[in-house]
């Protein structure tokens, strides 16, 4: 049976998210359970007068890559990926995954190596993209994976993942134009700020934002969005900070995460699970363990974590601290082969002030 709101999706991401206009090359990335939105995507990119070109990768390459590869095929990077991230005016990604921990069991050395192997292609893309020279969009499809990770039915988490993207209303394109207002009047009311101090059980934490730009983060690189951002100074975080839903990185998972700040860098870290993973992580180069983003969620339509980043990083009333590259548009100059984004719930007795004024107490704001 035909969905209405997966040919809503790919217009959001066309239409909205990428802007896709006649004689743009967009490539168009994805696993094979997600083909009917790159099939539909396909379609948007044409109709708007675009070059589309598909790369569908079949589900278990991943592991299958991790598993297999020789030290030297870790090292390589395929002409296709330097291609997408040098020459290619859209990026479009689509998630599908049937399996979300099909990586749990690879040795993180190889999935380090292979980051560090990416860095530059990764580094390439986002300057490229904070030049206004490329535009990307992340989104996923709906399977039975990401069903079972959020606790839901198939069904449940189809409705629950159309719903928090607007794919579920008549007109998405004008809804989610309308729904960036409010995230761009919160980004335009932190510029020009200092300092950042974020409280609440387990955590308190100040950083400095002072010269750094605030991004509204209105669905045009993730689906579904909803979040402001920047890239704090390098140096600056003090203090600590609990981080309450779990949090998975190249496959693998940790919950519990407590970090504790020192000049910059994290100087302490502990997980009630995941501790040995995370550690490895936080070591895989100095720039990892640096803050390279603070995120604050905006999208009050997402109410519970369903374990998947792309959805839980955007909750509102929670903030999420992510170690390592900075995106260079904020004026962020951290760099590392990570970014990894950590969620921490404020909406029971949590509050965020900026240069002593309260800008959200217990997950709502009050400016």
Not at 31 to 54: D, M, S, T, W
Not at 58 to 85: H, K, Y
Not at 88 to 94: A, G, P, T
Not at 222 to 236: R, V
Request: negative net charge; contains cysteine; charged residues 25%.
């Amino acid at each position: 049976m035909s969905d209405n709101r997966i040919d809503n999706l790919a217009r959001i991401l066309v239409e909205h998210s990428t802007r896709v206009a006649p004689g743009d090359v967009c490539l168009i990335e994805g696993e094979a359970a997600g083909e009917c939105l790159i099939a539909a995507c396909y379609e948007a990119v044409l109709r708007a007068g675009g070059n589309p070109i598909v790369a569908m990768t079949p589900g278990g390459s991943q592991a299958s890559f991790f598993e297999l590869a020789s030290d030297d095929q870790l090292d390589w990077i395929a002409p296709t990926l330097r291609w997408a991230a040098e020459e290619s005016d859209v990026r479009i990604r689509i998630m599908a995954s049937q399996n979300t921990r099909e990586l749990s069991q690879i040795d993180p050395a190889r999935q380090t190596r292979r980051q560090k192997a990416m860095a530059p292609v990764m580094s390439a893309m986002m300057e490229r993209a904070a030049a206004g020279q490329h535009r990307w969009a992340l989104t996923l499809f709906p399977t039975n994976a990401y069903a079972a990770g959020a606790g839901m039915s198939l069904r449940a988490y189809q409705d629950f993942y159309y719903r928090a993207c607007l794919a579920d209303v008549a007109d998405p394109v004008a809804a989610w134009a309308a729904a960036s207002a409010e995230t761009s009047r919160l980004a335009e009311w932190m510029s020009g700020r200092e300092e950042v101090k974020i409280s609440g059980p387990g955590t308190d934490l100040t950083v400095a934002v002072g010269g750094r730009t605030f991004i509204a983060a209105d669905g045009t690189h993730n689906m579904p969005d909803g979040e402001f951002f920047t890239g704090p100074i390098e140096d600056s975080a003090e203090g600590h900070i609990t981080y309450h839903l779990p949090a998975t990185y190249a496959g693998r998972e940790v919950a519990g995460v407590k970090l504790r700040f020192a000049a910059g860098k994290v100087i302490d870290a502990s997980a009630e699970r995941g501790q040995d993973f995370l550690i490895e992580m936080l070591d895989t180069d100095p720039g990892a363990r640096r803050l390279g983003e603070l995120g604050i969620g905006t999208n009050f339509g997402i109410t519970a974590g369903s374990g998947e980043i792309l959805l839980d990083e955007k909750i509102g009333g929670t903030v999420h601290l992510a170690v390592g590259k900075s995106y260079p548009d904020t004026g962020g100059r951290n760099e590392s082969a990570i970014h990894w984004d950590m969620i921490c719930d404020l909406r029971q007795g949590g509050q965020i002030t900026v240069d002593g004024e309260l800008l959200q107490r217990d997950g709502r704001f009050v400016v």
